[in-house]
C-alpha cells in the first residue's frame, strides 16, 4: 500500500509558501458554496474535505466539512476547525491528508502566522471522529507548551502507512533567554541562534525542538507513541 506523505505531497506550498508571516488569506463564499480543500478528494473518490464561511471574508461561522462524492453534499462538521482557532478562511489555506484506505485523514492549517496545526480523524459510515494522542513535545517533556516557553514556530507532519500505523513529526523553536531551558530536551533539542537585543544582559536564545515516532492507531480513536527519537535538525525540507 502506498504511502501518503504529509510534507512531500505539495509541501504546502502556495497557500503557507515559504513565510508562516504570510498575511491572512480571505475567501468569500458563493451561496451553498463548498470549496474542495487542497488535496481534499478521499482516494476512494467517495468522500471530499471542503470548507464554508459566511461574511464578506468567509471567516464567519467557519468550518470544514466532510462531503459525499460526486454528489458533493454535506455529511458531517470536523470538529476542532472553527473560527475560534483558525487564520484563513480560503479552501486552498486547508491541507488534507489522507491514509491510502481512506478511513483516516489529517488536516494542516493556521492558527496563527508561526503555527501549523494537525489535527487527526477517523471517518466510518459518514461519521468523523477526532483522533486523539499526545503531543511528541509532551512524550519528551512531560508537559504541554506553555505561554512561558514563548513558543516562536510550531509545525506538525503525518506520513500515513499500511494498516493502523503512522510516523508523526513535530518541529518547534523557542526564543528564551535561559540558556538552561534547551537542556530539558535533551538530544531532542539545541540552539541555533543567539539574537542581540540591544541590551546590556545576555541577548535571547533561539531554541529549536525536533522529534518523530511511530505511532499506533487504537480503539476509541485514540493513539500511542511506540517509538519515538530526535528528528532531523533544521526543521522540514519544504519551509
Known sequence: MRRH???????????????????TCNYGYAK???????????????????????????DEDFR?????????????????????????SCPDAYHAFWSADSRHAAIAFR??????????????????????????????????VGEQDHLNQSI???????GNRFVLREY??????DPRFVRMFGAYGRVTDELDDGKQHDGRL?????????????PGHRYRVVDLRPGKPGGPDWW
Not at 32 to 58: Q, T, V
Not at 172 to 177: G, K, L
Open 111 to 144: 492558527s496563527s502566522r508561526h503555527e501549523v496545526e494537525l489535527n487527526l480523524y477517523s471517518i466510518e459510515h459518514l461519521r468523523v471522529h477526532p483522533v486523539r494522542g499526545p503531543s511528541l513535545f509532551k512524550e519528551v517533556t512531560g508537559r504541554d
Open 172 to 177: 518547534r523553536t523557542f526564543m528564551v533567554n
Open 206 to 218: 533561539v531554541v529549536e525542538f525536533a522529534a518523530e515516532a511511530d505511532c499506533l492507531l487504537l
Open 64 to 88: 470544514v466539512w466532510l462531503m459525499t462524492e460526486p454528489n458533493h453534499r454535506k455529511a458531517a462538521a470536523l470538529d476542532d476547525i472553527s473560527p475560534e482557532n483558525n487564520l484563513d
Open 5 to 23: 506523505i504529509l510534507f512531500a505531497a505539495l509541501a504546502l506550498l502556495g497557500s503557507f509558501a515559504a513565510v508562516p508571516a504570510r498575511a
Open 156 to 162: 506538525s507532519t503525518i506520513e500515513w502507512h499500511a
Open 32 to 58: 451553498d458554496e463548498y470549496g474542495i480543500i487542497r488535496n481534499g478528494l478521499s482516494p476512494d473518490k467517495r468522500m471530499s474535505l471542503a470548507s464554508r464561511g459566511e461574511g464578506e471574508f468567509g
